[in-house]
């Protein structure tokens, strides 16, 4: 495979997925952009005989029984409401470019190269929204960068009123922005020998690490800290005790949100407020239970969830991906995306010399707690995370 063609497409795959997330530019533009670049990738492999799906057999079987089931749903949508062309196209989107993505896309190149041009495109992508945490917005090339208008400041010392808005770059929602910076950095956690890189290397891990901050998403700073706590575990005490700290990490927070939902014992200091999720996540598990098997198929998820929700309650998606899962495939669905989630994560501990793929790993599950997107789809967030667990799948 030619390294520079290979460098080219996984950057085109980032920026088009970008787009899909940037406000002034037209949703179907950015589909229809993400999607071509994604495709390009097989007619690249076949190009040099090369197209043959990279997978081991279980993860094959559990992503096309997800979309087995989404397609079913899609079947059975005229016996239990509307047709719609939104679900019905983002079923045929899921079966098309997902697999494309977990099993094809990760051919082109090493996990080195791609880990370093996913690095350095969030630290681009921060880099041009740090003028607006002190100016106030700005034309680039005629697009629009403005911070976000929520109604909170960052604490930041050594600047006027010490305080700043939260930046969001080219993105359409600073959150957004957090996990493409955060992930950026936990990307950029491999050791690079010469002394040269090294520098470059801590340049790039301290703009998106700053991004995470001020981009102000909660999420995106905690993950950010936890990847660099199991890096520099992995470096100073080895890998057998960094993945102690990865899978304590993980486990750790399915407890914590075990406690909040009143599901396990635990003292009242670890209570959090989780803004408006818990009444989300609540209604999402009541949606479930009322279409166990198969869930509601691919959709707009709020609507699904809307009759569970109380009077007065702000409609929006479940913000959880596994969740997501269980609403839009049910049990069946959602249990097998949890043990693929699951398998991904435990093979990531067993890849790499180096901690980089379990960092990623260990940010994308947990972005996915407090976020509604999955491997399934062309949004940024969804291809970022297809792609990355398609390096932890890739056979060695």
């Known amino acids: 495979m030619n390294v520079h063609l290979g460098r080219v497409l996984l ?23 993400t999607a071509v670049v994604i495709m390009s990738f097989p007619l690249v492999l076949y190009s040099q005989d090369s197209l043959k799906l990279m997978s081991g057999k279980f993860s094959f079987y559990a992503i096309y029984l997800i ?38 896309v ?35 090339l005629g697009y629009q960068v403005t911070p976000h208008i929520w109604g909170f400041n960052l604490p930041v010392p050594f600047i006027p009123n010490n305080s700043i808005k ?6 359409d929602n600073p959150n957004v922005l957090g996990y493409l910076a955060s992930v950026g950095f936990a990307s950029s956690l491999f050791r690079v020998q010469k002394k040269s890189k090294i520098r470059l290397q801590l340049i790039v891990a301290s703009i998106n690490l700053l991004g995470a901050y001020l981009s102000g998403s909660r999420t995106a700073l905690a993950v ?7 890096a520099a575990v992995y470096y100073t005490l080895g890998p057998r005790i960094a993945w102690i700290t990865a899978l304590g990490t993980c486990t750790s927070v399915v407890y914590f949100l075990a406690l909040n939902f009143e599901l396990a014992p635990g003292p009242e200091a670890l209570q959090a407020d989780l803004r408006n999720r818990k009444y989300l996540w609540r ?16 959709g707009r998820q709020s609507e699904f969830i809307k009759p569970f929700l109380s009077s007065g309650k702000e409609i929006h998606p479940p913000h ?12 069946l669905g959602g249990l097998t995306y949890i043990v693929l989630t699951g398998h991904v994560f435990a093979r990531s501990l067993n890849r790499s010399p180096q901690p980089v793929l379990t960092c990623v790993v260990t940010a994308i599950i947990l972005h996915q707690i407090f976020a509604g997107f999955s491997i399934f789809g062309l949004a940024f967030n969804s291809v970022i995370a297809a ?10």
Do not use: W
């Open 224 to 230: 950010s800290l936890v990847v660099g706590v199991i």
């Open 320 to 331: 959880n991906s596994y969740l997501r899962m269980f609403l839009t495939t049910g049990l």
């Open 11 to 33: 950057l085109l795959l980032l920026v088009s997925s970008i787009m899909t997330r940037m406000a002034s530019v037209s949703l179907l533009v950015a589909y229809a952009a």
């Open 283 to 298: 209604a999402t598990v009541q949606a479930t239970e009322a279409r166990p098997v198969l869930g509601f198929g691919a």
């Open 166 to 171: 939260p930046i969001t770059s080219v993105m």
């Open 387 to 396: 792609v990355s667990f398609g390096y932890v799948l890739r056979p060695e």
């Open 67 to 104: 979309i087995l089931i989404y397609f079913i749903n899609s079947l059975l949508i005229p016996f239990s409401r509307m047709p719609s062309l939104y679900s019905v196209a983002k079923t045929v989107a899921f079966a098309v470019f997902s697999p494309v993505c977990l099993f094809l």
């Open 106 to 140: 990760p051919k082109i190149l090493d996990s080195k190269n791609y880990f370093h041009i996913l690095s350095r495109v969030a630290a681009v992508t921060v880099l041009i929204g740090l003028p607006t945490a002190v100016s106030g917005s700005y034309s680039l």
